[in-house]
């Protein structure tokens, strides 16, 4: 078993099905990510995972247990979307000790996992600053490091870099790519950009019309498309 399993993943909306039978391993470690056209189901295979939308069948295995009936805040997911979401009136250190002082945690480790994640997404210097004193990079950042001091089993971004300007998407892409090396964290990572999806991915989920069309590295993806749709979408020669 792997650090996330899908079985028969199935999603309606209505009459309308959007998932239509997704199966899926990712192992401890690995960053999956999801890549398809707009529309294609993306975001809702997340938010199935994260306990945000009930499947209407088959199941969500995350670290070796059924999460199927469980709410988000017991899965040990954390979440980081499109837009920061973070709150005006708190203070960067608040905004990323909020959500684990709610959940219980004791003031010292609080202090210490928000010390621990500032100082690896370089916000240590901004920690009494508010959201509006800073840049939208370094807002995502704090929204990241919210992320961080979960320690989750598993990491799920829902295309964090679409509202940055270019030059930001590469500097946060990066990053994450070192995020990811120095946790050995799990993260799936949505996405309809090719180059996010070549560069930062281990493994690619290739999605179209609410199914899997391939998947593999990279590499295998260039190398050796299933069909035109998949070749097209990654850019190989056809
Ligand atoms: P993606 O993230 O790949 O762009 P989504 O997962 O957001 O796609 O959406 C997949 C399909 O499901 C779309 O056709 C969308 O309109 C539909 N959809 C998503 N959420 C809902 C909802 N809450 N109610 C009805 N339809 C939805
Ligand atoms: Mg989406």
Redesign the pocket.
Known sequence: MGSLVLEDIRKS??P?E?LKGIDLQVEDGEFVIFV????????????VIAGL?DASSGSVTIADAAVDHLPPSKRGIAMVFQTYALYPHLTVRNNMALGIKQAGQPANEVASRVAAASKMLSLDDYLDRYPAELSGGQRQRVAIGRAVVRDPQLFLF??PLSNLDAALRVNTRLEIARLHRELGATMIY?T?DQVEAMTLADKIVV?NG?VVEQIGSPMELYNNPANTFVAGFIGSPQ
Request: include cysteine.
């Open positions: 909306f209505g309308v959007v398809g056209p707009s529309g294609c189901g993306k975001s809702t295979l997340l938010r939308e829902d295309e949505v309809h999605l609410g």
